[in-house]
């Protein structure tokens, strides 16, 4: 699997979770076998500071970038199930390389879609919300193809920002477990 980087928005900054959105949306939905609720792991990322309950532990999928803000390091996990796909991720910036949250939290979003505009899914989103997490702030939007429904909410969390993605086929439901991988994302104390 490939990184696909896109230049887009504030500071010309390439999108490391925009990519991270389109190797989801132009991935196969299908692949383990279903997993029961019950069967659920916590997975810790102790470099990234959270935890997350996903069907399988994924592995961390990890690239460095130069850009003409420095280099950013990013981190990414990827579960597939039949029904979903799971994705949660993060992004280092360069100490020196300062961003407007709202701009970043805004190109996430828009560089997702425009991503995948880019490869001819038809794409539209439905909603975007602002949310906080800890006080910290963030947006959760939901965006549909013909097919799939993506749900995402994206966090800066002292200069990281996080962005956890769900992605379901329209056809089967699998609501429960896309609420329970949203509300079972905790941080954990540095």
């Known amino acids: 699997m490939e990184f696909i980087f896109f230049q887009k928005g504030f500071g010309e900054m390439k999108r490391f979770l925009a990519a991270c959105l389109l190797i989801m949306a132009t991935s196969p939905v299908l692949r383990a076998q279903e997993h029961a609720a019950d069967e659920w792991v916590t997975f810790t990322s102790a470099p990234g500071r959270f935890s997350v309950l996903l069907p399988e532990i994924p592995t961390d999928k ?25 994705l949660v991720g993060w992004v280092d910036y360069d100490p020196s390389f300062n961003f407007s949250i709202q701009s970043e939290l805004d190109a996430n979003r828009d560089n ?25 702030p ?53």
């Not at 997702?112 to 910290?136: A, E, P, Q, R, Y």
């Not at 965006?143 to 379901?168: C, F, N």
């Not at 086929?169 to 954990?188: E, G, I, M, P, W």
């Open 112 to 136: 997702f879609v425009n991503g995948l505009k880019s490869k001819g899914i038809d794409i539209s989103v439905v909603s975007t919300t602002k949310i906080t997490m800890n006080g910290n």
């Open 62 to 86: 990890a690239a460095t970038t130069q850009s003409e803000h420095g280099p950013y390091n990013t981190h990414l996990f990827i579960v597939r199930t039949e029904r979903s796909v799971f």
């Open 138 to 190: 963030g947006i959760e939007f939901i965006a549909e193809t013909p097919d799939t429904v993506y749900k995402s909410r994206v966090y800066i969390i002292d200069r990281r920002p996080y962005q956890l993605i769900a992605g379901s086929s329209k056809s089967r439901d699998d609501s429960t477990n896309v609420a329970r991988f949203f509300q079972s994302f905790k941080l954990l104390s540095r």
